[in-house]
């Protein structure tokens, strides 16, 4: 029985809370509607005056003024789970404003929220007035009953504490209105920008087609690092190994004939020299593709540099399933330079390490609790990550105020 309780109340408060939400969606919308409605009409007398040539030159001003409250608009419904990308403002001159076919389905979009916009978010203002008015109507019935009172919607007057008991019901009602019904009036009012506010197919393929060609550049980018980083690697540690072990060599075959004894001697050099080079190349072929996250997965090896780490970290991991071994390869070279960093430059007493995979994107995050003042611009190491993360299509994001603390998250798409 008490489970059964407990549903209902979770069940009740989750309809509570979409309903509060769909009201804060509605009542936001009503605002954007209000700007709509007064730019429409500035719209409508620019439009009159560039029939006689003079509105012109305030077309650029009106072509910006509706992409800025369309991009707006964009951020507010992206609260509420609408992807909605924003615009770069219009191309600046009359004939690139009318040639914007981005910009012609933001101006439908301001006529249908002007107009219906503005009555459904006028809804969403006067339904919880209404409910207040009418929940606490016996309280201010009962301090004034001699005065002809009537409910929030003009219906009969309210002459007695029965009538007034009734009253109050019908703010019950309102409640239950705002509950079940206003959610869904929020979606109608989001309809108009759900349909007009997306890019036009076109701008959205050239914006594409520019990102891919930047991933592109970037996965080249990070190629190149690769590859001289493995090059030095060689180079400066095992290749210079290698010279040694063969000029101990050549020394001990000379010192063969002359003293045996010293050719034991540089042959046994000649020997640690040779097993610190496989050493070493070890080292560069793991740094490649560690073999540990073939050995323990991606959890197991983030988990191990968690428990490695020159500064205490917690690691919480909810990665289930598997991802492209280069993306694994990506997030575990994240975490290893993120925790090296925080090592080094944060002074940090703590780190978190998080990592799960949602919605196909394995999403990563590294928190410490540093000084802070951390910045990925061009040049620093964190600037190299974000080269590596776009390489895949993912993103990085870096909060890091002076002071900290400071976190790094990382989000992956997670291919096969």
Known sequence: MSTERSSVRAALGRAASRGLTGLEQLIGGFGTAVVALLLLMVIVVTAVASLAGVGLLAVPVVAR???????????????????????????????????????????????????????????????????LRDLTFFLWWWIGPET?????????????????????????????????VVPNIARVQSWPARKLLVPDPSVDLSMRVAELTSTRAAALDAHAVELRR???????????????????LGAARR???????EAEAILARAQDAAETALAELRAVARSILPPVLA?????????GLASASAVPCEAEIDVSGRCAASVEATAYFVVAEALTNVAKHSGAQQARVTAALRGGKLLVEITDDGHGGA????????????????????????????????????????GS
Not at 66 to 79: D, I, P, Q, T
Not at 255 to 261: K, M, V, Y
């Open 295 to 303: 050995d323990r997965g991606l959890a197991g090896a983030l988990t």
């Open 65 to 131: 003024t509706v992409r800025s409250l369309a991009n707006r608009e964009r951020h507010r419904l992206a609260r509420y789970d609408v992807d909605l990308p924003e615009l770069d403002p219009p191309t600046r001159g009359v004939r690139g404003a009318l040639a914007d076919l981005s910009l012609r389905r933001e101006l439908g979009w301001i006529a249908v929220h002007a107009t219906l916009g503005f009555l459904i978010g006028l809804i969403g203002v006067l339904l919880p007035l209404f409910a």
């Open 230 to 248: 493995i090059e030095r690697a060689l180079h400066d540690g095992s290749q210079n190994r290698l010279v040694a072990v063969n000029v101990l």
């Open 255 to 261: 010192a063969l004939t002359r003293n045996p004894d």
């Open 148 to 180: 002809p009172s009537t409910t929030s919607i003009g219906i009969g007057h309210v002459d007695s504490p029965f009538e007034a008991l009734w009253a109050t019901l019908l703010g019950v009602g309102w409640v239950a209105l705002i509950i079940g």
């Open 375 to 414: 910045n990925a611009e061009n040049g620093s190491g964190l600037d190299g990550i974000r080269r590596r993360i776009e390489a895949y299509d993912g993103v990085l994001r870096l909060d890091s105020p002076k002071g900290g603390p400071t976190i790094l998250a990382v989000e992956l798409p997670c």
